[in-house]
């Protein structure tokens, strides 16, 4: 790749670091810009990028994206949580805000491509880009990115898309930085916990009933939104074997709860499919990763209606949680993804 001006995203943390200095070691002018975002301790946020900024030697640009962020992320988060969903605001601000609004801005700022430090690699596949595993597995972030568009991806590079975590920790220390093994933080709105959170949104306890797949009354709980599939811990339901959430009925306020061999599916709903670029025949069979940790499944993917689709799996899957995104792969290659539906009235369960 040619000498270009680059864009990057930083957070001041060890990956948007170490990728701005590769970057500068190929020969690119690399602009840091950072997002402004309603966090809390934006001060010293901001001092940490500019220190790192400083020592990389490249010019920083802090963009406000604070209202843009609560009214995509924020919002689709705290609505999710409230029908009883579990959403995934990364994969989402992923799409709108870091390589929609912010990417626009870099582009916008004389920029030719738009850089992260994200773990995954982005390819020209004929006359369009996917998004591709990155090398280290246990870092891997490409499901975190399955909902960008090939022509959001054709202004996308991903530096550390070859490098292994420890790799990167190894080249930081050779630089001069001194991280000291922190991760980033899974959501970055939430570090006070997401009872904390939903609490300061006006979303406060709503008791319920607590139910089993027969529909008999076992408790109450304080609100869905306390609460996601495959669950075990806080439910206050002794029994020689453990209970788990089940299934969530947000409609109802109703919290359906069974043993381990429950939360076995082989088939769930998705909708709002969207594919990196030409959608494919259907049906469609390939690995289905339901969650960033899940170990993908053999999967078929079919239509059944307007904006409605079924994956069929070869295995039955655990935990199959609504509100998550089913992303499709061939071999490394992100394909697409959709959003995990609500599951249907579960068999048996009645309102107590």
Request: aromatic content about 8%; proline content about 5%; overall charge neutral.
């Amino acid at each position: 790749m040619s000498a270009l001006k680059i864009g990057i995203a930083m957070s001041g943390g060890v990956d948007s670091t170490v990728a701005a200095s590769l970057l500068l070691a190929d020969g690119h002018e690399v602009h840091g810009f950072f997002m402004l975002l309603p966090l809390p301790h934006l001060s010293a946020q901001i001092q940490r990028v500019q220190e790192v900024a400083d020592r990389l030697s490249i010019p920083l640009h802090c963009i406000d994206l604070r209202q843009r962020f609560s009214d995509e992320v924020v919002r689709y988060f705290i609505d999710a949580y409230r029908a009883g969903q579990t959403p995934n605001p990364c994969v989402h601000c992923n799409r709108t805000i870091k390589f929609g609004t912010l990417a626009d801005t870099i582009l916008h700022h004389g920029m030719d491509k738009v850089a992260t430090g994200h773990y995954a690699r982005v390819r020209p596949v004929g006359t369009h880009f996917s998004v591709f595993r990155g090398v280290d597995r246990l870092k891997d972030q490409s499901y975190f990115l399955a909902r960008l568009s090939s022509m959001q991806l054709q202004h996308i590079v991903f530096p550390l898309g070859d490098w292994t975590k420890t790799a990167v920790y190894e080249h930081a220390h050779t630089l001069g930085f001194q991280f000291r093994g922190e991760e980033s933080q899974d959501v970055c709105f939430l570090p006070q916990g997401l009872g904390a959170f939903l609490a300061e949104q006006g979303v406060t306890d709503k008791i319920g009933p607590v139910v089993t797949l027969d529909g008999t009354l076992l408790g109450e709980h304080r609100g869905v939104w306390n609460y996601t599939i495959g669950q075990r811990r806080g439910l206050g339901l002794p029994d020689a074997t453990p209970w788990y959430v089940v299934d969530i009925d947000g409609k109802d306020n109703r919290l359906v709860v069974g043993k381990n061999i429950d939360l076995q599916q082989s088939v769930c709903t998705v909708h709002s499919l969207k594919w990196t670029h030409t959608a494919p025949v259907l049906p469609w069979r390939g690995l289905v990763q339901l969650r960033s940790r899940h170990t993908p499944g053999l999967g078929e993917v079919s239509c059944t209606g307007a904006d409605s689709w079924q994956i069929t799996f070869e295995t039955p899957q655990r935990a199959i949680t609504p509100g998550q995104f089913a992303v499709f792969y061939h071999d490394d290659q992100v394909l697409g993804s959709a959003v995990i539906g609500m599951p249907g009235p579960v068999v048996g369960v009645r309102t107590p």
